[in-house]
Structures are given as structure tokens and as C-alpha cells.
């Protein structure tokens, strides 16, 4: 089995203004695309490995996996939690308690979230996330391509702040790309994640 492209929920030119038609055209054939090659080579060669027990080799593809498999898992999140202006609902029922709850009210968390997220060092990811037990809202950044999961957390919106997602419009401006991608938020995706949080 291998791992595929999805395809995008809406056209490549939808988000616009907040996100253009040629940075969402590259950053989903170019760079979604090559993660997926990539994870899906990388599975094959440790399948490989795995079939004559060459354990150093097969720890030494895990860097490999981890990266082009978090950059697949984290692109299909983030498509997902994006919607065209006016399409992306609100925080509604238990979710809209929540972040009230845990951060005072929307326009704290997006404060929050927004400051961390453009502080990120180099390539990452800003996320809110939900704690599986305490069913508790947190926002956290990950370098790199690490998936939220690896720290425990289950994904509820992800804001990916690696250049190929912003520059050709913001250029060095990651605060105004972190501020203006809430616009385009799909909190119909959130509350749908944070309910089966919930659930689970
Ligand atoms: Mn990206």
C-alpha cells in the first residue's frame, strides 16, 4: 500500500486574496506531492531492509519516514482546517466553550496562537491541539515537519509557517500571513476534530 496525493477540497484559487492561486498550485502539487514520494520510497527501501534484519540501516531510515511522513499527515490536516472566505463557519457548542474556557475567548486564542506560531524558529507548524484526556485545549508549535501526535496531542488547526507556504505573497511577513489565514479557518473541520475528540 502506498500513500496518495488528496486532492484539495476546493479550487486552487479559493482562498485568495488570503492565500494565492500559484503558492496553493506549488504547495500542493510541488511540496505535498514530494512528501508523499518521498514517505512512500522510504516505506519501500525499509520494507527492504526490514526482510533481511539490517537493523542499523533500518534506524537510520527513520528520519526519513518521520519527515516526509509528518510533512503528508500535517498537509492533509491543513487543507482540511482551510476553507474559502465565508465557507469556514464559527466555533460553535462545545468547542466555543472551550476556548472560552481555556483562553478567555476567540480573539485571545487567535492572539495567542498567532504570537507562538509566527515565533516559530525556522520551518514549523503552529497547532491548536486537544489534550486526549484532559479533553483540554493547548497551542503548541512543532519544528520541522513533526507531526502534533508525537507530543500527544491531538490536531484540531494547524497554520504551516515554512516559507513555501507564505513568501511569494508575504514575503518576510509571517506575522501578517499568521493573521490573515484565520479568515480563511474552517471551523466546521475544528469542531468536527474536537467532537471526536470528545467522543473518544
Ligand atoms: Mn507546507
Not at 500500500?1 to 484559487?13: A, H, I, N, V
Not at 539490517?54 to 534506524?59: A, G, L, S, V
Not at 483540554?136 to 509557517?161: E, M, R
Request: hydrophobic share 40%; glycine share 8%; charged share 20%.
Amino acid at each position: 500500500m502506498s500513500f496518495k496525493l488528496p486532492e484539495l477540497p476546493y479550487s486552487y484559487e479559493a482562498l485568495e486574496p488570503v492565500v494565492n492561486r500559484e503558492i496553493m498550485e506549488l504547495h500542493h502539487k510541488k511540496h505535498h506531492q514530494g512528501y508523499v514520494n518521498n514517505l512512500n520510497a522510504a516505506l519501500e527501501k525499509y520494507k527492504a531492509l526490514e526482510a533481511n534484519n539490517q537493523i542499523d540501516q533500518m534506524i537510520a531510515m527513520q528520519s526519513a519516514i518521520k519527515f516526509n511522513g509528518g510533512g503528508h499527515v500535517n498537509h492533509t490536516l491543513f487543507w482540511e482546517n482551510l476553507a474559502p472566505k465565508g465557507e469556514g463557519g464559527e466555533p460553535q457548542g462545545d468547542l466555543l466553550k472551550a476556548i472560552e474556557h481555556y483562553f478567555g475567548s476567540l480573539e485571545k486564542l487567535i492572539e495567542e496562537m498567532s504570537a507562538k506560531t509566527a515565533a516559530v524558529q525556522g520551518s514549523g507548524w503552529g497547532w491548536l491541539g486537544m489534550d486526549p484526556q484532559k479533553k483540554c485545549l493547548k497551542v503548541a508549535t512543532c519544528q520541522n515537519q513533526d507531526p502534533l501526535s508525537a507530543v500527544g496531542l491531538i490536531p484540531l488547526f494547524g497554520i504551516d509557517v515554512w516559507e513555501h507556504a507564505y513568501y511569494l505573497q508575504y514575503k518576510n511577513l509571517r506575522p501578517d500571513y499568521v493573521k490573515a489565514i484565520w479568515q480563511i479557518a474552517n471551523w466546521k473541520t475544528v469542531n468536527k476534530r474536537f467532537e471526536k475528540g470528545l467522543a473518544n
